[in-house]
């Protein structure tokens, strides 16, 4: 394979303590990195750099590891517009804004969804982006969440079976029957698709014991679970998703001080989606009590049509520092290896031996730009798996 190195970066930042200056981040200043292929093979000083096939010269600018959105329902089709205005117009959100979406997703096309699909990864792209979850949850029907997984399915590995995304408006007057037909037929089509399943645990949507038996039935079929937890008022979700050792427990906004010392104490990371707090005028979650009580935190986008319409995570690191008492340092991390932790990887989000050459370079001297600059594209390069995408 050609190797390659990157120098003359201004800012590395590595995510390993071990290469840098023993900061969660591992910075190094005047740095180099070396590719070989997919995959980084060397991080450090520049004096001290390999040899390597191809010369690239980062032009004194900061090198961040490619952000990991871990959050976001991309397949769906039609906007909502309308709902978002009258919202800051006044009116409150609900979880029931979702059928909306489901109406129009149901009408589209394969070939609609799927160009919808990768508009909105292109956008995220260019603004660093290398590696996203997304979710099924606006068909509600064994064919339309099954097609919604097979398209996601072709663009990333990161594919989760959201079939109790609500109640489907087929089942209204029958809860009980739509939580059969998602561990049951639906399942049986949607899981050869993911590879997780999640649950919005929340009124209006599933409840505790709704929840268990969903998640259940998905991990018993290898799906591994993780769960919209505690977005709109205090519940079960979080006690849950530790409690399966889910990878993640999404939201986090309403948090007993149980829930957070069970989050402390257990595996599952605590992703934070302040694009949705921005987007509904609601509480944000307290980033500061998660990050002191020792608990990792993601930050990810949540990108939807009706809630957090935005594909941006530099958008969301800046409202992470400036409304969720996070540190531009905690923030960037949150949203690189934070995001890897949220998926259980240890391939990406960080630049170290081994791990795949995803990264962003920026039009800045430093990553505290991202917050220091909001709503700027500082973005200028994006690397994926060794080679230069945007």
Same mark, same amino acid.
């Given at each position: 394979?050609?190797t390659?190195?990157v120098?003359n @970066?201004?800012?590395l930042?590595?995510?390993? $303590?071990a290469?840098?200056?023993?900061?969660?981040?591992?910075?190094?200043?005047?740095?180099?990195?070396?590719?070989?292929?997919?995959r980084?093979? *060397?991080?450090g000083s520049?004096a001290g750099?390999?040899?390597?096939?191809v010369?690239?010269?980062?032009?004194g600018?900061?090198v961040?590891?490619g952000?990991v959105?871990?959050?976001?329902?991309?397949?769906f089709a039609?906007? #909502?517009?309308?709902e978002? !205005?009258?919202?800051?117009s006044?009116?409150?959100?609900?979880?029931g804004g @979702? #059928? &909306?979406?489901?109406?129009? &997703?149901r009408?589209?096309?394969?070939?609609d969804?799927?160009?919808n699909?990768?508009?909105?990864?292109?956008?995220?792209l260019?603004?660093?982006t290398?590696t996203?979850e997304t979710?099924?949850?606006?068909g509600?029907?064994t064919h339309?969440?099954?097609?919604a997984l097979r398209?996601a399915?072709?663009h990333t590995?990161?594919v989760?079976y959201?079939?109790?995304h609500?109640v489907s408006?087929?089942f209204?007057d029958?809860?009980?029957?739509?939580?059969?037909?998602?561990?049951?037929?639906?399942?049986?089509?949607?899981a050869?698709?993911?590879?997780?399943?999640d649950?919005f645990?929340?009124?209006g949507?599933f409840?505790g014991?709704q929840?268990?038996a969903?998640l259940t039935?998905?991990?018993?079929?290898?799906?591994? $679970? #993780?769960? %919209?937890a505690?977005?709109?008022?205090y =519940?079960?979700?979080?006690?849950?998703a530790?409690?399966?050792?889910a990878a993640?427990?999404? %939201?986090?906004? %309403?948090l007993?001080?149980a829930?957070v010392?069970a989050?402390a104490n257990g !595996? /599952?990371?605590?992703?934070?989606?302040p694009?949705?707090?921005?987007?509904t005028?609601?509480e *944000?979650?307290?980033a500061?009590?998660l990050?002191d009580?020792?608990?990792?935190?993601?930050?990810?986008?949540?990108?939807?049509?009706?809630?957090?319409? /935005?594909s941006?995570?530099p958008?969301?690191?800046a409202l992470?520092?400036?409304d969720m008492?996070m540190t531009?340092?905690?923030?960037? *991390?949150?949203? &690189?290896? =934070?995001?890897?932790?949220?998926?259980?990887?240890t391939?990406?989000g960080?630049?170290?031996p081994?791990a795949?050459a995803?990264?962003?370079?920026?039009d800045?001297?430093?990553h505290?730009h991202?917050?220091?600059?909001?709503?700027?594209?500082?973005? &200028?390069e994006?690397w994926?798996?060794?080679?230069?995408?945007?």
């Open positions: 394979m050609t390659t190195v120098t @970066i201004g800012r930042v590595t995510n390993d $303590p290469l840098g200056d023993g900061s969660p981040l591992g910075i190094v200043e005047d740095a180099a990195l070396v590719l070989d292929g997919e980084v093979v *060397w991080a520049a750099a390999p040899d390597a096939d010369r690239v010269d980062a032009g600018r900061a961040i590891p952000f959105d871990s959050h976001s329902h991309l397949v039609g906007d #909502r517009t309308a978002f !205005n009258a919202r800051m006044g009116q409150a959100y609900a979880a @979702i #059928r &909306t979406t489901v109406a129009a &997703t009408a589209a096309s394969d070939a969804l799927e160009r699909l990768t508009r909105y990864l292109d956008e995220a260019r603004q660093g290398t996203f979710k099924s949850g606006y509600l029907t339309d969440e099954a097609r398209i399915a072709a590995d990161e989760t959201l079939g109790a609500i408006p087929d209204a029958d809860p009980a029957g739509y939580v059969a037909l998602v561990t049951g037929e639906m399942l049986d089509a949607c050869p698709h993911a590879r997780w399943v649950v645990c929340e009124k949507a409840d014991d929840a268990r969903i039935a998905g991990m018993a079929k290898g799906l591994h $679970p #993780r769960v %919209h505690n977005q709109l008022s =519940g079960p979700g979080v006690q849950l530790v409690e399966l050792d993640s427990a999404d %939201h986090c906004t %309403h007993t001080d829930d010392d989050l !595996n /599952t990371v605590a992703t934070l989606l694009g949705a707090e921005f987007s005028r609601a *944000w979650p307290d500061r009590r990050l009580a020792g608990v990792t935190v993601a930050l990810s986008t949540d990108c939807n049509p009706g809630s957090s319409f /935005t941006s995570v958008f969301c690191i992470a520092v400036r008492r531009p340092d905690e923030a960037l *991390w949150s949203a &690189t290896a =934070g995001g890897a932790a949220a998926l259980r990887r391939d990406i960080r630049l170290a081994g795949y995803d990264f962003a370079l920026l800045a001297p430093s505290v991202l917050a220091y600059r909001p709503g700027v594209p500082l973005v &200028t994006v994926k798996r060794g080679s230069r995408m945007v």
